[in-house]
C-alpha cells in the first residue's frame, strides 16, 4: 500500500513543458499560502481549483523570467545583493542571537530570585591600578565574608553602590536589592546570581559597573498575575488615640465581611480609596507577581492569599490600613504568547550589542583577513586623532585603488573603506593615536563586511535563508516581467484605451450622489461661528465670507457621496438639504459636514473612468500573456485530480 507522500508524488495536477507538477508539489505551496495543512485541508474543490490555475501562472512567468533573460539583468542583481546584505545580518541576529536569549530570559523569567550585593565600581577605561586597587578591596571583603561577617554590614560600611548606606533608597539598603527576574539586571550579575545557591554568596563577578559579590538569599517560582479588590481606610491623625479609632473602623468592618456583608457594599460606603471606592474596591488591571511599582506590604499580602474570595486580614501600608480580597488568578504566558514582547525586551537591553560584536568576532574567525598596518601608519601620522574622521575624505593616498584590506577572497581599497568611515563614529580615548584610532575603524569596517561576505555563503548553506532569497529574486523578476508585459503595455496604449472606453461606455456610470460641503479647522470656536453664520445664510455667502475674512482659517471642501463609505461621511446620512452635522472629529481633524444638494447619474467621462479602463486592460492583457505562455509552454492541466488533495 502506498503512504500518503508516496501518493501524492504519483498524482499529477499538471504538465508543464514536459515536467509534472505533482499533487505533493501543490498541497505544500497550498498549505504554505493558507497558513497550515490543517486549514488547508477545511477547504473547497472550487479553492483548490483557483489555487492550481494560479500557481500554474506563476511556474510559467518564472519560466519565461528565465528564458527572456530577467535573472541576469543588473539592476536585479545589484538589488538582491543589496537585500541580501541587508537581511543576512538580522537573520543571523535572530536565529543565532535573540532567539536564544529569548527563550534563556522565558525560563528565567520562571523564577524570581532574592538577593544582596557588595560592589567596587570601575569603569571600562579605568586603570590598571584602579582596577587592582577594586579587586583588591573586594577580595578582602570577600575574606571577611568567610571569616563571618554579616553580607549587610559589609555593604552598609564598604559598597560603592551609593543605596547601600541610604536608608531611604527604594531597593539596595544595606545592597538587598530585593526580588528580580530575568532581563531586570545586567547580564554578567544576571548569570552569576542565577547561578549561585540559596544561601552562598557568588565568586567576584565583574560587569560593566565594576565588581561584585552577590549574595542569593531565596528563590521562588512566578506566579501568574492577580486581580484585586481593597477596602482602605486613611489615618485621619497622628495621636495614638487617632491610630485607635482607624483601627477600630477597619476591625468592624473586616468582622461585617466575616459575617457575610459584601464587600462590594462596604467598599463603596466605607472605603476612602477614591479609585477603587465606587468600582466595589476593584482595581484596575492585574497586579504582576514581584511588581515593584506596588507597595510591598501590600503586594505580599495578596499573594499569601490561598484561595479566590479569600480576605485578607488588615493589611498596614504608608498609605493607611487595607482588607485585600483576592479576586482572580491570571495564567502564565507561554513561550510562543511572550516571544514578541520578550524580543523587544531583548533588543532594548544592553547585553544585545555585547552579542552583535560576538557574532561578528565570530564571523571573523571563519575568514582569513588582514588590514596593511603600515599603510594605515603612514596615511594618518600627520593627522590628528580627533581630526582624523573629518579628514579621512580629503586623504589622497599614492595609490587609491591599492588594497589596504583583505577578507577571504575579498580586496578592498582606501576609498571604499573612507566612504565607510563617513558613517561611524569611534570615540577617541585618551592616549589614542591616529593609527590606532584608524586601526578600529578598519576592525569596524571588516565587521561590516564579513556580514555581507558571509551571507553568499549562508545562501548556500542554510535552506531557509536560501528560500526567503529564492522568493524574494523571484518576486523581483515577476514584478519586471509583468510590468514590461502588463502594466506598461495597459498604460502607454491611450489608443486602446480610449477604443474601450468607447465600446463600453454604458459601463461606466456615476450613481446618483450627496453633495457634501465639508468645512473643516480650529479651534472648535471657528467651526461653532460658522455653524452659526449657516442659520441666517447660505453655504455660498459662507464660502465668501471665508475667503474674505484672512481671520477664518477654515478650509472648504467638496465631497460626492454615493452609498457607505464606512468613514465620517456616513455622519451625514440621513439629514435634508441644508443641514449640517454637529462638530466631528476625523483624525487629527476637526470638522462639520454639510448637505449641499444630489449630483444625479450620469456617464463618466473618459478621463474620470481612465483607471477603471486600465484595469480592464491589464485584465485582458494579463489573461492573454498567460494563454500564450501556456500555449509555448505546452500547459495541461488535470483539476479533476484534485479530489484526492489533502486526504
Partial sequence: ?????????????????????????????????????????????????DYLERYVNFKIKLMEAHDAGYFEDSELLSEINS???????????????INPMVEDLYQRRQEFIHASHLMMTLTNDSSPEDTLYAWEKISSLQ???????????????????????????????????????????????????????????????????GYHLIQVHDREPTLPARQASHIMIRFSGDTPDDSLRTRAKIDSLKSLIDSGTSFEEIAMAHSEDPGS?????????????????????????????????????????????????????????????????????????????????ELEKFLRTLYISSVDTLKFARLVEEIPPDSLKAQFALIEPADSTASLITLADSVYTFQQFA????????????????????????????????????????????????????????????????????????????????????????????????RLIEVSGSPDSLLTEAIEFLTSASMADLQRAINSDSTWTLRVDTVLVADSTNSIYDRATGLALGEHTEILSDRARRLF???????????????????????????????????????????????????????
Avoid at 456617464?603 to 473612468?609: H, I, S
Avoid at 486600465?614 to 494563454?627: N, R, V, W
Fill in 83 to 97: 537585500y541580501r546584505t541587508s537581511f543576512a545580518k538580522p537573520y543571523l541576529m535572530d536565529n543565532a542571537v
Fill in 143 to 209: 575574606d571577611s565574608l568567610a571569616a563571618g561577617v554579616s553580607f549587610g554590614d559589609l555593604a552598609f560600611r564598604h559598597s560603592e553602590d551609593p543605596s547601600a548606606s541610604s536608608s531611604n533608597a527604594l531597593q539596595g539598603f544595606r545592597g538587598n536589592l530585593g526580588w528580580f527576574t530575568g532581563g531586570q539586571m545586567i547580564q554578567a550579575f544576571e548569570d552569576a546570581a542565577y547561578s549561585t545557591t540559596v544561601g552562598e554568596t557568588s565568586d567576584i563577578v565583574r560587569s560593566a559597573y
Fill in 419 to 514: 566612504r565607510f568611515v563617513s558613517d561611524q563614529l569611534i570615540p577617541v580615548r585618551t592616549g589614542m593615536t591616529s593609527t590606532d584610532l584608524a586601526l578600529e575603524y578598519a576592525d569596524a569596517f571588516l565587521n561590516d563586511r564579513v556580514v555581507f561576505y558571509h551571507s553568499f555563503e549562508l545562501e548556500k548553506s542554510d535552506a531557509e535563508f536560501q528560500q526567503i532569497m529564492d522568493e524574494f529574486r523571484d518576486g523581483l523578476a515577476l514584478f519586471a516581467i509583468m510590468e514590461d508585459s502588463v502594466w506598461n503595455a495597459s498604460s502607454e496604449d491611450s489608443l486602446a484605451l480610449l477604443q474601450h472606453y468607447e465600446e463600453y461606455t454604458e459601463e461606466y456610470q456615476w450613481p446618483d450622489r450627496f
Fill in 277 to 357: 471606592a465606587d468600582l466595589g474596591g476593584s482595581l484596575s488591571g492585574l497586579i504582576e507577581h514581584h511588581n515593584r511599582n506596588i507597595d510591598r506590604t501590600f503586594h505580599d499580602a495578596l499573594f499569601a492569599l490561598d484561595s479566590l474570595g479569600q480576605v485578607s486580614n488588615v493589611v498596614e501600608t504608608p498609605f493607611g490600613l487595607h482588607l485585600i480580597r483576592y479576586d482572580e488568578a491570571s495564567v502564565l504566558p507561554t513561550f510562543d504568547q511572550e516571544y514578541e514582547r520578550l524580543s523587544r525586551l531583548v533588543q532594548s537591553l544592553p547585553r544585545i550589542k555585547t552579542a552583535e560584536s
Fill in 593 to 647: 459636514l454639510y448637505v449641499d444638494g444630489m449630483e444625479p447619474a450620469r456617464l463618466k467621462t473618459f478621463e474620470e473612468a481612465k483607471t477603471e479602463v486600465m484595469s480592464e486592460i491589464q485584465i485582458l492583457l494579463e489573461e492573454d500573456f498567460h494563454q500564450r505562455l501556456r500555449s509555448k509552454f505546452k500547459v495541461t492541466t488535470f483539476p479533476e485530480r484534485l479530489e484526492y488533495a489533502f486526504q
Fill in 1 to 49: 500500500m502506498l503512504t500518503s507522500t508516496a501518493f501524492a508524488q504519483d498524482i499529477i495536477l499538471a504538465d508543464i513543458d514536459g515536467e509534472p507538477l505533482t499533487l505533493e508539489e501543490f498541497e505544500q505551496e497550498y498549505s504554505k499560502a493558507i497558513g497550515s495543512r490543517t486549514e488547508a485541508a477545511d477547504d473547497s474543490l472550487a479553492e483548490y481549483a
